[in-house]
């Protein structure tokens, strides 16, 4: 088993973080050898009697894009309901283009109902939405002229021009059982956040073993389809900028390379880390960690 891609999750809401902090965040990773940047795409949170809330994700991809030179970029994950698909498919293209074709598109049917009352999006009907979205969208990124009449989303005759360079691969972000039917007959890769396997190689290794069946349900080779997981690290010295969850424990980073490693082994191509902290100095040491 070869070693996996390792990439690195960017702040969304642990602290507030201006832009050029991001800037040297992202090269740090960099720097420090990391293959991926990804960034969480959500308008705002609200519980606890807190409300906290991001960059827009779009935008902040698209700056990335400008400032990295190496790694791949993508959103964990997008959320189909924020944009109409086709409007989406067009911010892809464009960040492709700016990034020189480092884009994954992560994408997913979101999940929190707060943000997308807040800001006025429908969150009824949630998954049928996404899967009308989701064929827009990856057949405009394949190049295909698209031409559709759901009860949602409708397009006539639309085409991305200028023309993509290449195509954006597909990542879906999810284990919901309507998601995935329709995403892995033709998504690049499936991705998984930590608490859905309980953070160890053990607990993926079982999930993995699930989207294999889901695959094959799909009329899909398991193979054609790269895995990734999401990770929780605490580097030591941290503010617990991420709470404790005793269903998923975080991994020290002393221990990070041996758990590489054994996610390697039970089937991750590419391990996402999320940091806590998430900072310049969290960056550095877990590149060193990784040699």
């Known amino acids: 088993m070869s070693f996996p891609k390792v990439g690195i999750q960017l702040p969304e809401v642990e602290r507030d973080v201006r832009w050029p902090e991001y800037v040297r965040l992202a ?6 050898g990391f293959d991926s940047v990804w960034i969480g ?13 991001p960059w827009e994700a779009w935008t902040l991809l698209a700056g990335l894009a400008a400032v990295t030179t190496r790694v791949r ?38 999940w929190n109902p707060a943000e997308f009352d807040a800001f006025g999006l429908p969150f009824d009907h949630r998954v ?13 990124l394949a190049g295909e002229r698209v031409t ?17 360079s290449r195509r954006v691969p597909l ?26 396997f309980g953070n160890t190689p053990e607990g993926f290794a079982t999930r993995n073993a699930w989207i294999d069946e889901r695959c094959h349900a799909a009329g899909r080779d398991p193979m054609q389809v790269a895995r990734s997981a999401c990770l929780l690290v605490r580097v030591a010295g941290g503010r617990g900028e991420r709470p404790a969850d005793p269903d998923a424990p ?8 041996r758990t590489i490693v054994a996610m390697g082994e039970a089937g991750a191509g590419e391990v996402i ?19």
């Open 273 to 291: 880390l999320v940091a806590d902290p998430i900072d310049e100095s969290s960056i550095r040491t877990l590149g060193e960690r990784l040699g």
């Open 73 to 110: 970029l993508g959103p964990l994950v997008a959320c189909l309901g924020f944009h109409p698909p086709g409007v989406l498919a067009r911010m892809a293209a464009s960040v492709d283009e700016i990034s020189g074709g480092r884009l994954t598109l992560g994408v997913g049917a979101g």
């Open 41 to 53: 795409d959500h308008h705002l949170y609200r519980g606890d009697g807190r409300e906290r809330g």
């Open 27 to 32: 090269r740090a990773a960099e720097e420090s």
């Open 250 to 257: 975080a991994v020290a980073d002393t221990d990070l390379p």
């Open 171 to 196: 990542m879906v972000g999810s284990s919901g059982e309507r998601v995935l039917a329709a995403t892995l007959p033709h998504v690049d890769a499936w991705n998984t956040w930590y608490d859905g």
């Open 148 to 164: 559709a009449s759901g009860r949602f989303h409708r397009a006539h005759d639309a085409v991305l021009l200028p023309p993509p």
């Open 128 to 140: 049928a939405r996404f899967e009308e979205a989701f064929e827009v969208v990856r057949l405009l």
